[in-house]
């Protein structure tokens, strides 16, 4: 078994931009996507919720504002800080607590909350087996029936923005996107933002993983759509008409198989049998 956070890892997120990455560029996008695909399947509040791999704690602050009980987990210490800070900021509605914990080992009692989330973890563990791990665990701590809702990078999610913004006229870039293509294991030994260690998966790579962690798949959907490669995003999405369109792309295309690399994310809704 890998370490929980290899060291290029922590000093990537040590940068502190994942706090911020949701609400700017393709991260619009990214968030209000994932946010009402969970919504669709979500139990009414007040609903436990596990959120493994969660962060600076985006997601979780936003579901205990809903009213949602949320235990975040997380293996960065940095990331764990960040995600109280985001619990202060919001005294009315606090996420109910952030601890240190690794995906593939968790602290949790079996078969004792109803949902899941595995943001993160599933394209930050590079091997297959630690990824089936994770799920394993995911399935363990969920009660019967529970939920779990899985995100990857999907496959082609460095080269796409490579060609738009043209990256790939960097030689080291295209060196990176090379490899993502061959075998989907994306590593930057630059020190350019090219984001950093990860696996990038392929629609029928994350089904096949979530299956053999023991889930019934109720759902394989790309997140973004086509929207999140315009270079003018920021923009387009500051007026509500734009945004609306860019939303319904995404929708439109969210299960379409010939369309799933399009995406620069992949979100997998599994059900433990009851």
């Not at 973890?121 to 091997?127: I, Q, S, W």
């Not at 960097?170 to 020190?191: C, K, M, S, Y």
């Not at 019934?216 to 369109?245: K, M, S």
């Not at 992949?266 to 059900?271: E, F, N, T």
Request: net charge negative.
């Amino acid at each position: 078994m890998s370490e929980p956070v290899p060291h290029e890892m922590q000093v990537y997120y040590e940068l502190g931009l994942e706090a911020n990455r949701l609400f700017h560029g393709h991260g619009h996008l990214e968030l209000a996507r994932t946010q009402e695909i969970i919504l669709r399947h979500l139990p009414p509040a007040p609903c436990a919720v596990l959120d493994v791999g969660g962060g600076p704690g985006v997601y979780a602050a936003w579901l205990a504002a809903r009213g949602h009980r949320v235990t975040l987990i997380d293996a960065s210490p940095f990331h764990v800080k960040q995600a109280n800070e985001t619990s202060r900021r919001q005294p009315h509605a606090p996420i109910a607590e952030c601890r240190l914990g690794d995906a593939r080992r968790l602290d949790v009692s079996s078969a004792s909350v109803p949902v899941i989330l595995l943001l993160g973890p599933l394209y930050h563990l590079t091997e297959r087996e630690d990824r089936l791990q994770a799920l394993r665990e995911a399935h363990r701590v969920l009660e019967p029936g529970g939920l779990l809702f899985a995100a990857a990078v999907d496959r082609f999610a460095s080269l796409l923005p490579g060609i738009f913004e043209n990256a790939l006229a960097d030689p080291e870039f295209a060196a990176i996107v090379a490899r993502d293509l061959r075998d989907g294991q994306h590593r930057n030994p630059t020190n350019k933002d090219y984001f950093t260690t990860a696996f990038f998966h392929r629609p029928e790579d994350l089904e096949a993983e979530v299956r053999e962690g023991g889930f019934e798949l109720l759902d394989l959907l790309g997140v973004e759509g086509p929207g999140w490669l315009l270079l003018d995003i920021d923009r387009r999405w500051a007026d509500p008409a734009e945004r609306e369109r860019l939303l319904r792309a995404a929708r439109a295309v969210e299960r379409e198989p010939t369309l799933l690399g399009l995406h620069a994310h992949l979100l997998a809704v599994g059900r433990k049998p009851a």
